[in-house]
């Protein structure tokens, strides 16, 4: 019964990991990175929103930068594996910061009407909460260059 049982789990999690259509993963609410299954790019999205302590002059519109980033076959499905593992199995927090200090919001989309989305907030630094969460930044970093992917200060 094990083996059966732990067979159809690994086919099942396969199965999962060839039909998903999009995935998303919004770092600190600021930058949106949305790649297809099946898309050659990626696309990246950046949200020039200003803060509470140097918020945008009154009248000017939040800015927005848009840019693509392309990624293997093979890292698309490890972040996929990523993705689906830190949503499944939810990394521990190892404290809690302000509310307005780290987060990091995941999605898989499957189509057909069905998601998974995760949703981490107030940990400082999203990018080492965990062994997968550093894994994950270091494959989002090496391709995206420049750009705020949770890197705060505070432990």
């Not at 299954?37 to 509470?52: I, L, P």
């Not at 270091?138 to 705060?152: A, M, P, T, V």
Request: proline share 3%.
């Amino acid at each position: 019964m094990l083996v059966l049982s732990m067979g159809c789990k690994q086919h099942i999690e396969e199965e999962a990991s060839q039909s998903w259509s999009n995935l998303t993963i919004f770092s600190e609410r600021d930058t949106r990175i949305t790649m297809g299954n099946d898309a050659d790019s990626s696309v990246v999205t950046v949200y020039h929103r200003g803060s509470f302590f140097a918020p945008l002059p009154k009248g000017e519109k939040m800015k927005v930068d848009t840019i693509k980033a392309f990624f293997t076959r093979a890292e698309k499905d490890t972040i996929f594996s990523l993705v689906h593992n830190l949503i499944t199995h939810p990394a521990k927090t190892k404290g809690f910061c302000t509310e307005f200090v780290g987060s990091l919001e995941l999605l898989i989309d499957y189509g057909n009407q069905f998601k998974q989305i995760a949703k981490y907030s107030s940990v400082c630094n999203w990018n080492s909460l965990s062994d997968k969460t550093m894994r994950l930044h270091d494959i989002l970093r090496s391709k995206i260059k420049k750009i705020y992917l949770g890197e705060n200060d505070t432990p």
